[in-house]
Nanobody, 125 residues
């Protein structure tokens, strides 16, 4: 069974920074063989792609709304993926989910096999 556990969410002010972490575990789960992604979902809205980092060469992709402000990274030795969020805005408020996909490029939820439970990020104005 695969477990993805997000942490690092919280309440911050506009302009602040926050780093989310997602620790992966599972007896048969090889973290380095999965593309890892972050998505977010605000109340009443669809789940939105935030960022992904590929398993093959750690290449990254970002959603348009976070480009230039967010950075995704991974540490295969620690089975952990990170999301550094800078210059946070109230519209970044959402539950943030990490997920794992067996594809090299994965920017939609349907691409992902495993999901965490999410961590709340709230940005006040």
């Amino acid at each position: 069974q695969v477990q993805l556990v997000e942490s690092g969410g919280g309440l911050v002010q506009a302009g602040d920074s926050l780093t989310l972490s997602c620790a992966a575990s599972g007896r048969t789960f090889t973290f380095s063989s999965y593309t890892m992604g972050w998505f977010r979902q605000a109340p009443g809205k669809e789940r939105e792609f935030v960022a992904q980092i590929s398993w093959s060469d750690s290449s990254t992709e970002y959603g348009d709304s976070v480009k230039g402000r967010f950075t995704i990274s991974r540490d295969n030795a620690r089975n952990t993926v990170y999301l550094q969020m800078n210059s946070l805005k109230p519209e970044d408020t959402a539950v943030y989910y990490c997920a794992a996909a067996p594809w090299d490029l994965a920017t939609t939820p349907i691409n992902y096999d495993f999901w965490g439970q999410g961590t709340q990020v709230t940005v006040s104005s």
